[in-house]
Nanobody
Framework: QVLLAESGGGLMQAGGSLRLSCAGPGRTFHAQAMAWFRQAPGQEREFVAAITWDGRDTYYADAVKGRCTISRDYANNAAYLQMNTLKPEDTANYYC???????????????????WGQGTQVTVSS
């Protein structure tokens, strides 16, 4: 297991923007896919966004589509989640995940991701 490290979370007002960052060993950024998930207290960890190994394809949950952009920086072994027009419903711990093994399951299936970070808290006030 190789741990990832997220950063960039914080307290924001509704309508604001922020960018979450994910860092890890280079090998974890040459995987099938990378993704961001989020989890609020007492709720299941839910899918937010994913990007394929070559960065050509991206996928977004309906709740964030049009407001979030996932990207990768291969030179710096980093991944990002740009979040705009934040809503109180976006409040959660955000986790970076890496799918190392091949899978035909949807990119939104969290059970297919092998590596995870410890999370970064995003809190959006009304």
């Amino acid at each position: 297991q190789v741990l990832l490290a997220e950063s960039g979370g914080g307290l924001m007002q509704a309508g604001g923007s922020l960018r979450l960052s994910c860092a890890g060993p280079g090998r974890t950024f040459h995987a099938q896919a990378m993704a961001w998930f989020r989890q609020a207290p007492g709720q299941e960890r839910e899918f937010v966004a994913a990007i394929t190994w070559d960065g050509r394809d991206t996928y977004y949950a309906d709740a964030v589509k049009g407001r979030c952009t996932i990207s990768r920086d291969y030179a710096n072994n980093a991944a990002y989640l740009q979040m705009n027009t934040l809503k109180p419903e976006d409040t959660a711990n955000y986790y970076c995940a890496v799918r190392m093994l091949g899978s035909n399951d949807p990119f939104s299936d969290r059970s297919t991701y092998e590596y995870w970070g410890q999370g970064t808290q995003v809190t959006v006030s009304s």
